[in-house]
C-alpha cells in the first residue's frame, strides 16, 4: 500500500479514535516571527486574485458546511473546523503565503469545469472529476474513502441528471486516489461489465505493497506530515498544501479491469476519447495523465499542481526522479498544450486560461529540472546536503509564480532528495562514516558543551535573538541526553513552535507543531491500528506477506533456530517454502518440501483475516480453517520470534530499546 496510500489509511484512524489529554496553549508568535512573516508581504504577489477566481469559477453548490458523515451520524469530514481561514489577513502565526493556500483549498462542492466535465473538490483532501459519457459517467479518482466519493456523486446528483457510473479512472496509486471506489461502484457492477476500472501500468503492486515492508514507521512519521493530532487553529493545522487534511474511515479498492501499458495510449470509454500518457517514477511510481480532446481537457493527475511537490516526501518513501518529471511534463505540453482550453489535476483549482495553462506547464516543467539538475551541480562541486539546501534559491524568473512555492516539498528537503537519488545518504566525509549512535552522541555533545545548565543558558539567549533552528537542533541533543529534562523539552517545543509558524510549506509546519506538541505531552497513546484496510490486504500479494514476516523476525531472539516450513494455499494452488537460518527468513515459490518441520495449509481469506485481526489462528486451527501438519510446537516457536511494531513510537525523543 503506498502513501500516501498506508499512511493515508492510519492518519484516517488515528483522527477517527485518538483521545488525547487537554493541551497546553500555543505560544503566540514572537517578535522575530512576526518580523519574518511580514517580510513577505512585499516580495511576493498578493493583489493577484486569479487564483481565487478560478478556484470560485463554475461553482454549483455544496453538501451543508462540507461536512460528510457516517452512517452512525460521526462526521468522516467537516470544512466547518477551518472557517478561521475566512480572514484575508494572515495571523502573526501562519506564514501569509501559506495562509493564502490554505484559504484557495476551502473552496468546496461541485463545479463545473466545462460542457460534460465536472470536479467535485474540497470534500478530501483530493479531487474527483466527473466526465459524462453518451449514457453513464467516467469517474476520474474516487477520493480516500468510500463514504467521501458517495457524497461527491450525490451531490452531483443534486445538480445533473442521475446516470449510473460506468468507469472509474485510477490516476495513480495513492488512497486518496482510489480509496472511495466503493462509493462509486460495486464488485457485482464490475463482474457484470457494468462498470470499467482503468489505471496505469504497475498500479496494483505499488498501491498495495509500498508501504507494506516499512508502513509502520511510514504510517507514524506521517502523523507529523500530515498533522491529523494539531487542532485546526491559527496555531495549529491549517492545511496539507495539496488540501486540508485526511478525511476519516478505511479506503477501498477495486482492481483494474483495464491496464494501460503503453507510454502513449487511447481509450473510448462511453463515447468519450480519452488520450493517456504515463508517467512512471514521478509523484508515484504508477501515474498517468488524461486528455480530454471533445472537451479541449487536460488533466494532468498529481503532477503539476499549484504547489512545488516532493521528490522526497517527510513520511518516507523511494526518492522521485525530478529529470523523469520533468520529461513528462515537456511531453505533455509538446503533445497537448495547443490542444488544451482548460486545465486541471486532481488536486487544487483549474486553469482556465489556455495561456497561463501552458506557462503553468512550462513552469513546473522547468521547476523540476532546476531542482535535479542544479542539486547535482553543487554536489559535483563537493557540497553537502545540507549546504545544497541552504544554497538552492528559486529558479530565476520563477520567484513569484504561486504555483512552484513550497506548500508541500520544498526547495530545501527536495535538493537533499537528489542528493539521495545519486549518491546516498553518506556524504564521503569519513568522520560520518560511521557516527555515534544517536543518544550516545547526544550525550557527549552535551558534556563537550559544557553541560545541560550551559546549554540550556546558551540556548535561551540564542532563543531571544530568533536563532530558532539552531535552538532546536541543540536542545534536541539535550533531549536525546536526558528526556526526562523539562526545561530542555520546553525550549524545544518553543523553537519549534516558532519554526512551524514561519513556515511556508503546510507539511514543514504540522511537522514542527507535533513534534513542539508531542515534546509536551509526549507520544500518542492510542493503539490497534493498522496500516491495511480489508480491501487492500486482498491486493497484497504472498511475496510481500513473507517478505513482511522476514522483517518482522527479530534477529536476536532468532540467532542460532533452524526452521523449515511449508505454507499451501490450494484455492491459489500456491505453496510457498519458508527457511528459517543465520537468523534470516528466505522463501521460494516450489513445491512443498518433504522434510519441514512444519506445514500449514489455508486459504488465502484465512490468512487476510487473521492479519487483520478480525480472527485469532487459534480460532482459525478450531474451525478448520488452517490445518497443520508436522510438530505444532515449531509453529508457535516462530511465532514466538516475530516482533509486533508499535503505531506510536517515539520521535522527537529516543525510543525504547527494541
Not at 457510473?165 to 464490475?190: C, E, K, P, Q
Not at 487511447?266 to 468519450?272: H, K, P, S
Not at 529529470?323 to 483549482?349: C, K, M, N, P
Not at 522434510?595 to 489462528?617: F, G, I, N, Y
Amino acid at each position: 500500500m503506498h502513501l500516501k496510500s498506508a499512511a493515508l489509511a492510519l492518519l484516517a484512524a488515528v483522527a477517527a479514535t485518538t483521545a488525547q489529554a487537554a493541551e497546553p496553549a500555543p505560544a503566540d508568535a514572537t517578535s522575530a516571527t512576526r518580523t519574518a512573516n511580514a517580510g513577505l508581504l512585499d516580495k511576493l504577489p498578493f493583489a493577484d486574485k486569479r487564483d481565487f477566481e478560478d478556484a470560485a469559477r463554475g461553482f454549483l453548490g455544496s453538501v451543508p458546511g462540507g461536512e460528510i458523515r457516517a452512517a452512525d451520524g460521526r462526521v468522516l469530514w467537516s470544512q466547518q473546523q477551518f472557517d478561521f481561514l475566512k480572514g484575508e489577513t494572515a495571523p502573526a502565526t501562519v506564514n501569509p503565503s501559506l495562509w493564502r493556500q490554505a484559504r484557495l483549498n476551502t473552496f468546496h462542492g461541485l463545479f463545473r469545469v466545462t460542457d460534460r466535465v465536472y470536479q467535485v473538490r474540497g470534500l478530501d483532501v483530493a479531487n474527483m472529476t466527473i466526465v459524462e459519457g453518451d449514457s453513464g459517467l467516467i469517474v476520474v479518482d474516487a477520493l480516500t474513502i468510500p463514504e467521501a466519493a458517495k457524497a461527491g456523486l450525490e451531490l452531483y446528483y443534486a445538480h445533473r441528471p442521475r446516470k449510473p457510473v460506468v468507469a472509474v479512472i485510477y490516476t495513480h496509486a495513492h488512497a486518496d486516489h482510489f480509496g472511495g471506489v466503493r462509493g462509486l461502484i460495486s464488485d457485482a457492477d464490475v463482474a457484470a461489465g457494468k462498470a470499467v476500472v482503468i489505471a496505469p501500468d504497475g498500479f496494483m503492486a505499488h498501491a498495495t505493497a509500498e508501504n507494506v515492508l516499512a508502513g509502520n514507521a511510514m504510517s507514524r512519521r506521517a502523523q507529523y506530515q500530515f498533522g491529523p493530532l494539531l487542532p485546526p487553529g491559527e496555531r495549529g493545522l491549517v492545511d496539507t498544501g495539496l488540501g486540508k487534511t485526511v478525511s476519516r474511515g478505511a479506503p477501498g479498492l477495486i482492481a483494474p479491469t483495464d491496464v494501460i501499458a503503453k507510454p502513449f495510449d487511447t481509450r473510448r470509454v462511453d463515447g468519450v476519447d480519452i488520450e493517456f500518457q504515463l508517467a512512471p517514477g514521478s509523484e508515484s511510481p504508477a501515474e498517468m495523465h488524461l486528455y480530454f480532446p471533445q472537451f479541449r481537457v487536460l488533466d494532468m493527475a498529481e503532477n503539476a499542481t499549484r504547489t512545488m511537490h516532493n521528490l522526497y516526501t517527510l513520511r518516507g518513501a523511494e526518492v522521485r526522479d525530478g529529470s523523469a518529471w520533468s520529461r513528462y511534463l515537456g511531453e505533455a505540453l509538446q503533445r497537448y498544450g495547443d490542444r488544451t482550453d482548460v486545465l486541471i489535476a486532481q488536486h487544487h483549482w483549474p486553469t482556465f486560461d489556455p495561456v497561463r495553462a501552458r506557462e503553468l506547464l512550462a513552469n513546473q516543467r522547468d521547476l523540476y529540472k532546476y531542482v535535479n539538475d542544479q542539486s547535482l551541480r553543487l554536489a559535483n562541486q563537493g557540497l553537502k546536503p545540507a549546504d545544497i539546501s541552504a544554497m538552492l534559491k528559486p529558479p530565476p524568473g520563477l520567484e513569484q509564480d504561486w504555483a512552484t512555492r513550497g506548500y508541500y516539498g520544498t526547495l530545501s528537503h527536495n535538493a537533499k532528495a537528489v542528493y539521495q537519488k545519486y549518491l546516498g545518504w553518506y556524504d564521503a566525509n569519513p568522520a560520518n562514516l560511521d557516527p555515534l549512535p544517536t543518544v550516545e552522541q547526544a550525550k557527549k555533545t552535551i558534556a563537550y558543551m559544557g553541560g545541560s545548565k550551559a546549554v540550556l543558558k546558551r540556548a535561551r539567549a540564542d532563543y531571544a535573538q530568533g536563532e530558532y533552528r539552531w535552538v532546536a537542533q541543540v536542545t534536541s541533543q539535550l533531549v536525546f541526553a536526558d528526556p526526562a529534562d523539562r526545561e530542555a523539552r520546553e525550549l524545544s517545543a518553543a523553537a519549534l513552535e516558532q519554526l512551524g509558524y514561519q513556515a511556508e510549506s503546510a507539511i514543514w509546519r504540522n511537522a514542527y507543531l507535533t513534534g513542539a506538541k508531542e515534546l509536551r505531552e509526549g507520544a500518542p497513546t492510542q493503539a490497534g491500528l493498522t496500516t491495511l484496510s480489508a480491501d487492500v490486504l486482498k491486493g497484497v500479494d504472498l511475496p510481500t506477506f513473507f517478505d513482511f514476516l522476514g522483517v518482522r523476525l527479530n534477529g536476536e531472539r532468532a540467532a542460532g533456530k533452524r526452521l523449515l516450513m511449508n505454507w499451501t494455499f490450494p484455492d491459489r494452488n500456491e505453496t510457498y517454502v519458508l527457511n528459517l537460518e543465520h537468523a534470516a527468513l528466505t522463501w521460494l515459490k516450489a513445491d512443498p518440501e518433504p522434510k519441514a518441520d512444519v506445514s500449514l495449509v489455508l486459504d488465502r481469506a484465512t490468512l487476510d483475516a487473521v492479519t487483520l485481526k478480525q480472527l485469532t489462528l487459534p480460532e482459525a486451527l478450531a474451525a478448520g480453517r488452517v490445518r497443520v501438519q508436522g510438530d505444532p510446537r515449531r509453529l508457535v516457536e516462530f511465532l514466538g520470534l516475530l516482533d509486533d511494531f508499535s503505531p506510536t513510537f517515539p520521535i522527537v525523543e529516543p525510543p525504547a530499546a527494541p
